[in-house]
């Protein structure tokens, strides 16, 4: 049984909406071990106030959170230097760290959680820099998109360990032999800014080696039809808008086309399954911790479906597979000097 | 009347499905005075195959395209030195530079066509580089993405440029006081990559001394919904994934949407009319010359909206009105160094 770590104080709606997500959690799945992070005496009456017994959720102490106007690794690293953490992220993050928790999820800000990620848990050696990969639940099937926005500043390089990353990651969902594509805005080779072209140059010599199908670049309208590739590779700006735009077009679809049908009913059903799956939260690749990060203005709903997501990918050792999947496809180390010296925190 | 120039050459089912869409304009758009630029063999053999009377459309002889995989510029630079041109594009830009025709319509490789439109229509003062404007049904009414894709290497100055071009787009078309945003992946100032970051600074200074209403950051979430901002402000690159990237999800909601119906008819229904509205094309801003780029892969219901576009923004004037505005806006000349010396072709 998975024991999630998660944050009480991270999100749109935190503390409640967060709290009325644990409610639901303890009565509806019981394969999962929750640890409430946050305020004790908080957590006790908004627990209290749903009905839930004090006794079924413990509880790690934590008081601040990372203002959203703050520099993340500022705030974070004078926590980390405290002999007990304070910020919600850092003390979730430090648990899956010490194994007192199997995987952590926040709603919150994502440069916080990226940065006491990396901070606490470290990253898989090979990896210069962390990838949050979010599940599209595509026409043809699951679609990775990495880097959702855990870093802004991509190189040829650490595309080409995104690549990797999502390729690993996809094949722990069961996704066989998924082919990877750089999203673009052209199908030919050469197409888009400078950074498309060197990576497509990049990925193109490095993946085949070994044994990933590189088909070259995708454009945004083959994202959400999952048929060329199951793995869409871009750097944290072009994906968090792309991602952000994907979730906005499906709150529009839901309107306009339940006025097409006279009936709301059934396209809001179609929302709700598609917030509640693993569609709500992004798994971030490439660090030693199984962490989760969801969209701040998710509901109960999607914050429940972020915790499953983490227990779902502590129980299949997603983090050892894509690391030892990593080292193994490395072969040689990659950016080794760099890896584990940067910890900069993402968006 | 407006007299349209439509590149016969031009998308992915070109000549066949411009043909096509010729034969509906010419019974069902009876205000446009259609001008085809093609082979005037091959027109003449598509429209008698569709029972169009030759004489009810004016052919004017192009024989060649700008193949996908070369420079928009060395070939149509070339192109623009014969003295008659003989590349689609450039002959329908032309034509409209002369006054033989009041706008011109391509759904081929938008970087020829950006590059044509430059070459023969000239730049509007003040615009460092053109940009795509494409209008998206939102919610709350239509919204102006730009840049969609005609160039992609924004500067603070440039995304400046297309804020205010953008701007005076949106008044033409009826939006009153639009909202400028800046797509962003958050709200708060400072979010983003340095480009973001630095653009943010500039728009906010530059934009309200000239009346406009800069409301800072909008996500790419906020965009279908149209309530933060009418006008959004992009670079080339970003624009045209988020706006694939939106096709894509529509497509996607008529499949799974239709499903939860049990009835894919009227979700189809939502898509034709999207796709067969202005959404169909983009209008370049910051050429003189009405140029409406679609999207290669329309059908030919989509290029006659393309056309029919193209037609309203010739007859209200749009260009002439983006200049106006764009020139007492700008005050003192904009970048003036820069202004109609750089013509390098787009995506």
Same mark, same amino acid.
């Given at each position: 049984?998975?024991?999630?770590?998660?944050?009480?104080?991270?999100?749109?709606?935190?503390?409640?909406?967060?709290?009325?997500?644990?409610?639901?959690?303890?009565?509806?799945?019981?394969?999962?071990?929750?640890?409430?992070?946050?305020?004790?005496?908080?957590?006790?009456?908004?627990?209290?106030?749903?009905?839930?017994?004090?006794?079924?959720?413990?509880?790690?102490?934590?008081?601040?959170?990372?203002?959203?106007?703050?520099?993340?690794?500022?705030?974070?690293?004078?926590?980390?230097?405290?002999?007990?953490?304070?910020?919600?992220?850092?003390?979730?993050?430090?648990?899956?760290?010490?194994?007192?928790?199997?995987?952590?999820?926040?709603?919150?800000?994502?440069?916080?959680?990226?940065?006491?990620?990396?901070?606490?848990?470290? &990253?898989?050696?090979?990896?210069?820099?962390?990838?949050?990969?979010?599940?599209?639940?595509?026409?043809?099937?699951?679609?990775?998109?990495?880097?959702?926005?855990?870093?802004?500043?991509?190189?040829?390089?650490?595309?080409?360990?995104?690549?990797?990353?999502?390729?690993?990651?996809?094949?722990?969902?069961?996704?066989?032999?998924? &082919?990877?594509?750089?999203?673009?805005?052209?199908? *030919?080779?050469?197409? $888009?800014?400078?950074?498309?072209?060197?990576?497509?140059? *990049?990925?193109?010599?490095?993946?085949?080696?070994?044994?990933?199908?590189?088909?070259?670049?995708?454009?945004?309208?083959?994202?959400?039809? $999952?048929?060329?590739?199951?793995?869409?590779?871009?750097?944290?700006?072009? $994906?968090?808008?792309?991602? &952000?735009?994907?979730?906005?077009?499906?709150?529009?679809?839901? &309107?306009?086309?339940?006025?097409?049908?006279?009936?709301?009913?059934?396209?809001?059903?179609?929302?709700?399954?598609?917030?509640?799956?693993?569609?709500?939260? $992004?798994?971030?690749?490439?660090?030693?911790?199984?962490?989760?990060?969801?969209?701040?203005?998710?509901?109960?709903?999607?914050?429940?479906?972020?915790?499953?997501?983490?227990?779902?990918?502590?129980?299949?050792?997603?983090?050892?597979?894509?690391?030892?999947?990593?080292?193994?496809?490395?072969?040689?180390?990659?950016?080794?000097?760099?890896?584990?010296?940067?910890?900069?925190?993402?968006?």
């Amino acid at each position: 049984m998975a024991r999630v770590a998660l944050d009480l104080l991270g999100g749109d709606g935190a503390p409640e909406v967060v709290a009325d997500a644990v409610a639901t959690l303890l009565s509806e799945d019981a394969d999962i071990d929750l640890v409430l992070v946050g305020p004790p005496d908080v957590a006790a009456e908004l627990l209290r106030a749903r009905g839930v017994r004090l006794a079924r959720v413990d509880v790690l102490p934590a008081f601040d959170i990372v203002p959203m106007d703050a520099n993340p690794l500022e705030v974070l690293r004078i926590d980390a230097s405290r002999d007990v953490p304070r910020v919600s992220v850092m003390v979730a993050a430090v648990a899956v760290s010490t194994g007192a928790a199997d995987a952590w999820v926040s709603v919150g800000h994502t440069g916080a959680a990226v940065t006491a990620a990396v901070l606490a848990c470290g &990253k898989v050696p090979g990896m210069t820099r962390p990838a949050l990969a979010v599940v599209l639940p595509a026409i043809q099937g699951p679609v990775v998109l990495v880097d959702a926005g855990a870093f802004l500043d991509a190189s040829p390089e650490t595309l080409t360990q995104v690549a990797m990353a999502g390729w690993s990651y996809a094949r722990t969902l069961g996704v066989r032999g998924p &082919k990877v594509g750089l999203l673009n805005i052209g199908h *030919e080779p050469g197409k $888009g800014d400078e950074l498309r072209s060197l990576a497509f140059e *990049e990925l193109a010599s490095r993946l085949p080696p070994l044994g990933i199908d590189f088909i070259g670049n995708i454009e945004g309208g083959d994202v959400a039809e $999952g048929l060329r590739a199951q793995v869409v590779v871009t750097d944290g700006f072009t $994906g968090n808008v792309l991602l &952000k735009g994907i979730e906005g077009t499906v709150a529009w679809a839901a &309107k306009r086309f339940g006025e097409a049908y006279g009936d709301v009913g059934p396209a809001r059903g179609v929302v709700r399954e598609v917030a509640g799956g693993d569609f709500a939260g $992004g798994l971030l690749l490439g660090v030693n911790g199984v962490t989760v990060v969801g969209h701040g203005s998710g509901s109960a709903n999607a914050i429940r479906a972020c915790v499953r997501l983490a227990a779902r990918a502590a129980d299949r050792g997603t983090v050892d597979m894509t690391r030892n999947l990593f080292a193994s496809l490395a072969g040689k180390p990659v950016a080794d000097g760099q890896a584990n010296t940067d910890d900069e925190g993402g968006s």
